[in-house]
C-alpha cells in the first residue's frame, strides 16, 4: 500500500508540474494536427492505460489480469463475495489494491445500493485494446492484426484513416527488411526472410478484396482522403508483391554458390546446417590434439637434393672477406632559406623613426600608406593598427619594432580622392607622435581603390 500510494502521489506531482505542451519548443503544441485532436478526444482511455500500466512490472501484471478476468466473466453486475470466491488464489489486500485503481480509474463503478461492482463503458474500450495481450502470441502478428483491424472495421463501417496508415507503415518496415535480407547474400537469412515473405503475401492476398472495396467505397462517399490513402497501400503491397522475383534471384545466385564436398553429395550448405545443430561445437575438437602430428614426406631423396643445392647457392664461399662500409663524406655547402617579412614593414619604420628624428608631432597619413601598387598600400595600411598595441609590445623582431613605435594612426570619417597611380579614393587620417601629444581613440580602415 504504501508503494501505491507514493507512485500516485508522484503522479499526482508530474501532473502538476508538467503540461503537455510544456515539452515543445516555445510551449507551441501541434494543436492543428489531427493525432492532436483524437488524442484530446480519447484522454479517458489514455488516463485508465495509465492506471493500469503506472508502477511496477508485477503490480502491472496483476492488474491487467485481474481487469480481463473481470471482463470475461458473464455476470454484468458482480457482488464481492462473487469476486472474493473468483480471485481465491489473490490475498484480500491485494485483490482490494487493484480493485481500488480500477474504480479511481472509472473501469470499474460500485452501486452501493446494490452491493455490486459494474463495468463502464470505458472498460469495455480499453477491453478491446488490451485483447491482443490475451492471445498466444503468433508468426507476423502485427501484419495481422493490422490486416484484421482495417478489414473488420471497413465491414463494421468504422473505418479511420489512421488504420490505413499504420498499415501502410508496416507494410514499408517490411519491405525494407526483406530488401536487407536479399542485399546480405546469405542463404540462410535469405530462407528465413523467404519463409516470412510468403505469409506476408498469403495475407495481403487475403485483404487485397478489402481493399478494392474500400476504394469503392471511398468512391462513392466522395473521402478523397480515404481513398487516396487506400490507393497508396495498394502501391506498397505491389511493391511488396514484385519482391518475390528479387527472392528467386538471390536464392539462385546462392544455389550457383554452393559447393560440393567430392564425390560425397555433400554441400557446403549441408555442413552449416549440421554445425547449427550442434548444440557444443568445441566437443568436436576433443581428441584431435591427443596424438602428436606425423609429417609423411613424399621423394625424399629429390626433396634433400633439392635442399642441399639451395643451401649450398645461398651459403657465403670459404675466405670471402667481408665489404667494409664506405667512407664518409661530407655534405655540401648550401644556403638556409628563411622567410622574410614583405620590405614595405621595414620602410616604413624607417619613414617613422625619420620623422620622430625630424621632431614632427602629426603627419598625414597617405605619404606612410601610398606608394608602389594598390597591394602594397593595402598592406601599409593594415600595418597601422599595430602601432601601440600592447599585446605585440612584447614580442621580438619586426613585429615588436612596429607595435613599439611612438605613432598612432587616428583615421577620419572624411573620405576624398588621392593624387595617386593605383588609389583613387582614401579615408582620410593623421599620424600623430605620442612623444608630442596624448594618443587619441584610434579607429581603422582600410584603402579604396
Do not use: C
Amino acid at each position: 500500500m504504501h508503494d501505491e500510494t507514493a507512485s500516485a502521489a508522484s503522479a499526482v506531482q508530474d501532473e502538476t508540474e508538467l503540461r503537455f505542451e510544456d515539452y515543445f519548443r516555445e510551449g507551441s503544441a501541434p494543436t492543428e494536427a489531427l493525432l492532436w485532436w483524437q488524442l484530446e478526444r480519447n484522454e479517458a482511455q489514455l488516463n485508465a492505460l495509465r492506471a493500469l500500466f503506472h508502477g511496477p512490472a508485477a503490480l502491472v501484471r496483476l492488474r491487467v489480469w485481474v481487469f480481463l478476468e473481470l471482463m470475461a466473466l458473464p455476470e454484468s453486475r458482480v457482488s464481492r463475495e462473487t469476486l472474493n470466491r473468483h480471485f481465491h488464489l489473490l490475498r484480500d489486500e491485494a485483490l482490494e489494491l487493484v480493485l481500488k485503481r480500477l474504480r479511481e480509474a472509472e473501469l470499474l463503478a460500485w452501486d452501493g445500493s446494490n452491493q455490486q461492482y459494474g463495468v463502464t463503458p470505458l472498460a469495455q474500450s480499453v477491453v478491446g485494446l488490451l485483447a491482443p495481450l490475451a492471445r498466444a502470441p503468433q508468426q507476423d502478428g502485427d501484419l495481422a492484426s493490422l490486416l484484421a483491424s482495417v478489414t473488420g472495421a471497413h465491414q463494421l463501417g468504422t473505418l479511420d484513416p489512421a488504420q490505413l496508415q499504420h498499415l501502410q507503415a508496416q507494410l514499408s518496415r517490411l519491405y525494407d527488411e526483406f530488401a536487407d535480407a536479399i542485399a546480405s547474400g546469405s542463404e540462410f537469412h535469405l530462407r528465413r526472410a523467404r519463409q516470412r515473405f510468403e505469409r506476408a503475401l498469403k495475407l495481403v492476398d487475403k485483404a487485397g478484396d478489402a481493399l478494392k472495396a474500400i476504394i469503392e467505397q471511398a468512391q462513392e462517399d466522395g473521402n478523397a482522403r480515404l481513398e487516396r490513402l487506400a490507393r497508396e497501400l495498394g502501391l506498397a503491397q505491389a511493391r511488396l508483391l514484385a519482391m518475390a522475383s528479387q527472392f528467386n534471384r538471390a536464392l539462385q545466385q546462392a544455389d550457383r554458390q554452393r559447393v560440393t564436398l567430392g564425390s560425397t553429395g555433400i554441400t557446403t550448405t549441408d555442413v552449416r546446417r549440421w554445425l547449427q545443430g550442434v548444440h557444443f561445437l568445441e566437443n568436436i575438437a576433443l581428441g584431435a590434439l591427443s596424438r602428436p602430428v606425423q609429417p609423411v614426406l613424399v621423394s625424399q631423396h629429390e626433396l634433400l637434393d633439392m635442399a642441399e643445392g639451395e643451401f649450398e647457392r645461398d651459403r657465403p664461399l670459404d675466405g670471402r672477406s667481408p665489404e667494409a662500409l664506405p667512407q664518409g663524406q661530407a655534405a655540401p655547402e648550401g644556403q638556409l632559406a628563411v622567410l622574410s617579412l614583405p620590405p614595405e614593414m621595414a620602410l616604413m619604420q624607417q619613414l617613422l623613426n625619420r620623422w620622430s628624428g625630424e621632431g614632427h608631432a602629426e603627419q598625414d597619413l597617405a605619404p606612410a600608406v601610398l606608394g608602389g601598387s594598390y597591394a602594397r598600400a593595402a598592406y601599409r595600411a593594415q600595418l597601422l593598427p599595430l602601432l601601440g598595441d600592447p599585446q605585440a609590445q612584447h614580442l621580438a623582431g619586426a613585429t615588436g619594432d612596429m607595435a613599439r613605435q611612438p605613432w598612432r594612426v587616428l583615421w577620419s570619417a572624411e573620405q576624398g580622392e588621392i593624387a595617386d597611380e593605383y588609389v583613387r579614393w582614401m579615408s582620410r587620417g593623421l599620424l600623430r607622435s605620442t612623444e608630442a601629444a596624448a594618443p587619441e581613440s584610434e579607429e581603422s580602415s582600410s584603402p579604396h581603390p
